[in-house]
Each structure stands twice: as C-alpha cells, then as structure tokens.
C-alpha cells in the first residue's frame, strides 16, 4: 500500500525523481515527470547518461564536486545536497533545475546510489540575470554621473558610496 502511495506521488508531481546508480553511471528510474521538464519520453530519458543529460559546465562542475561528496559519504556523513545545473531538453535547448540529491548504498546489490529531484528554476535564473544587469546598469550609471552623487546612512550619516565626481570634487 505504502509503495503505491509513493509511485502514485512520484507519477503526479512535477519535480522530475530520479535514482542513478553510479557503479553503472545510468539511471535506475525516472519519473514520468520528465516530461514536463525536459520533453523527453521515460525511455528517451533512461537512455542518457548523466553526462549525456547535462551542459559541459554542469558536468565539469559535477565531476569536481562528486568524487568529494562520494569520499564523505564514505566516512559516515549523510546529507543532502542543492545544485543548479543546466540541462538538456530534446529541442537542444537548455533549461536550468536546482537538484536535491543524497548517496544511498543499495541493500540489494551493494551499488553506489544518487536519489534526486530535480525542479524547473529557468524563470528565476533568467529573473537573477535582468536583475543582476540592471544593478550593473545602475551602478555604472551612478559610479560615472558627471556631478558629485553619494549614499549615506541615515541614522549614522556614514557614507556607504560615493562616485568619482564626489571624490574628484572634495
């Protein structure tokens, strides 16, 4: 009863559930989720590799961090970790998932396991980068203002910034 309640979970969910078994590199189950997220079929997605899944920088950074997280695993830490890696949708497209994932030694055959769930997060990375250019924008704007500008603290009155003019000025 309990294992149908969580298929049933993990079949209506929208966050993609995985299970890689890292003695293969290959996935053991994907929810059909997968294909919201990325438009691949379940069999298309069981077919991939992890490297086949993710962008070269996302796999760069996952090969420097796994065999870190492998090694403590191994000591007797058990944790959880969050990533944000770029991933492939079968248009060729990339999409950005934030990635929960634990190590799970798996009691039937002894492999190496990684439980994940992966979640859209495109909209807030693209939201970070508009941000991120309008701050840049904005500091340039007031850095390089021909006249004096300058942001100070209210209550302490201690100047926080100050621009080129200002300090060309005073």
């Known amino acids: 009863a309990s294992e149908n309640r969580y298929r049933?979970?993990?079949?209506?969910?929208?966050?993609?559930?995985?299970v890689l078994d890292l003695n293969t590199s290959s996935f053991t189950y994907i929810s059909p989720s997968i294909q919201q997220?990325?438009?691949?079929?379940?069999k298309e997605a069981m077919a991939e590799t992890m490297q086949d899944s993710v962008s070269p920088a996302s796999w760069g950074y996952l090969m420097s961090i796994l065999p870190i997280r492998i090694e403590e695993f191994q000591r007797g830490t058990?944790?959880?970790?969050?990533?944000?890696?770029?991933?492939?949708?079968?248009?060729?497209?990339?999409?950005w998932v934030e990635v929960t994932s634990r190590f799970?030694?798996?009691s039937e055959n002894g492999h190496l396991e990684v439980y994940g769930a992966s979640r859209d997060i495109n909209e807030r990375k693209i939201t970070e980068k508009k941000l991120s250019e309008s701050e840049e924008t904005y500091r340039y704007?007031?850095?390089n203002h021909p006249h004096?500008?300058?942001?100070?603290?209210?209550k302490t009155l201690a100047f926080l910034e100050v621009n080129e003019?200002?300090?060309a000025k005073y």
């Open 165 to 167: 003019a200002a300090i």
């Open 104 to 106: 799970v030694v798996n």
């Open 78 to 95: 058990i944790r959880s970790y969050t990533d944000q890696l770029e991933q492939y949708r079968k248009d060729g497209s990339l999409i």
């Open 148 to 154: 004096p500008m300058w942001i100070y603290d209210l």
């Open 37 to 42: 997220l990325r438009g691949l079929t379940f």
């Open 141 to 143: 704007l007031f850095l």
């Open 8 to 18: 049933l979970l993990a079949e209506n969910i929208s966050d993609v559930i995985w």
